[in-house]
């Protein structure tokens, strides 16, 4: 099973400002299929990232994915106070032995 | 538009059983495969089990194999997951989730339902 391990596990952040999340795997993660989710209180996860670095649809372009084999970040160039929530990536592919990363929490500073 | 209501959840004592189902709508669904996740309250994400849209097995995590079954009816656009001999630690919010791309699973959840609520004490 992979392991992923976010970090920091909370950033304090104001709005404007520019976030970097990390993800690191125990191992390579096949084929860079590492997705990027977000959310909110209450609601279910919103898929943001796929593919290490695609865009899902609808999601803003301050929003990318950078990364490879087993270091992957989540840049969100610009914060707006909507994007403060808990973010977690995911490595998936044709294994069922999918894993999620623990989470970050981004919070308002 | 995709759609999946997830229904079932509620409160059971250790050792008792539930059946959770998602109705999906606003695409084809048995083209896809699907997936349960649960978040155990304050927790993270948890894969719990999916199955590919047709002529497929179920896949499980370890947490729950041997006690959990998956299935589906295509024919009612349908995802069932068979709860048995549950415990404390099952206590979670269960998502159903739909893959990115039709055809054999990778696993890659694209639409979530709302989730149904799970208590288990």
């Known amino acids: 099973e992979i392991v992923l391990t976010q970090s920091p596990g909370t950033l304090s952040l104001s709005p404007g400002e520019r976030a970097t999340l990390s993800c690191r795997a125990s191992?390579?993660?096949?084929?860079?299929?590492l997705a990027w989710y977000q959310q909110k209180p209450g609601q279910a996860p919103r898929l943001l990232i796929y593919?290490?670095?695609n865009r899902a649809a609808g999601i803003p372009d301050r929003f990318s994915g950078s990364g490879s084999g087993t270091d992957f970040t989540l840049t969100i160039s610009r914060l707006e106070p909507e994007d403060f929530a808990v973010y977690y990536c995911?490595?998936?592919?044709?294994?069922?032995?999918?894993?999620f990363g623990q989470g970050t929490r981004l919070e308002i500073k | 538009e995709v759609q999946l209501l997830e229904s079932g959840g509620g409160l059971v004592q250790p050792g008792g059983s539930l059946r959770l189902s998602c109705v999906a709508s606003?695409?084809?669904?048995?083209?896809?495969?699907m997936t349960w996740v649960r978040q155990a309250p304050g927790k993270g994400l948890e894969w719990v089990s999916g199955?590919?849209?047709?002529?497929?097995?179920?896949n499980y995590a370890d947490s729950v194999k041997g006690r959990f079954t998956l299935s589906r009816d295509n024919s009612r656009n349908t995802l069932y997951l068979q709860m048995n001999s549950l415990r404390a630690e099952d206590t979670a919010v269960y998502y159903c989730?739909?893959?990115?791309?039709?055809?054999?699973?990778?696993?890659?959840?694209?639409?979530w339902g709302q989730g149904t609520l799970v208590t288990v004490s």
């Open positions: 199955l590919v849209g047709s002529n497929g097995s179920p």
């Open positions: 191992q390579s993660v096949t084929g860079n299929f």
């Open positions: 593919d290490a670095f």
């Open positions: 606003g695409f084809t669904f048995s083209s896809y495969a």
């Open positions: 989730a739909k893959d990115q791309i039709a055809g054999d699973g990778i696993w890659l959840m694209s639409q």
């Open positions: 995911h490595q998936y592919g044709r294994s069922p032995e999918v894993t």
